[in-house]
């Protein structure tokens, strides 16, 4: 059973920049076969997709809200994917999820059916 784990949450000031890490727990999967997306949720919000990696780094997508500052990587070497966030708004204020899809391949999409696999998620807070 494949497992997606976030780490590097935390809380900081406006401006300011998080690494967010995906790994497979409990898992000898290569993430490299999978599309893996970012979601995140804030209170009262509806879960919002906002970036993708298509298998083997095929294409990446971004929602309009994080274009230009976020950016999603893979380090094959460590079985992880990351989301860089930079410029961090208020507005960033969520839960951050880690989705994995063996059924998007190439494709990125931001429809959570689409993905399997779902990890815990990890606290976000952007405040002064």
């Known amino acids: 059973q494949l497992q997606p784990v976030e780490s590097g949450g935390g809380l900081v000031q406006p401006g300011e920049s998080l690494r967010l890490s995906c790994a497979a727990s409990g898992s000898t999967l290569d993430l490299d076969y999978y599309a893996i997306g970012w979601f995140r949720q804030a209170p009262g919000k509806e879960r919002e997709g906002i970036s993708c990696i298509s298998n083997f780094d095929k294409s990446t997508i971004y929602a309009d809200s994080v274009k230009g500052r976020f950016t999603i990587s893979r380090d094959n070497a460590k079985n992880a994917v990351y989301l860089q966030m930079n410029s961090l708004k208020p507005e960033d204020t969520a839960i951050y999820y880690c989705?994995?899809?063996?059924?998007?391949?190439?494709?990125?999409?931001?429809?959570?059916?689409?993905?399997?696999?779902w990890g815990q998620g990890t606290q976000v807070t952007v405040s002064s």
């Open positions: 989705a994995v899809s063996p059924g998007l391949g190439r494709r990125c999409l931001f429809r959570p059916d689409e993905y399997d696999y």
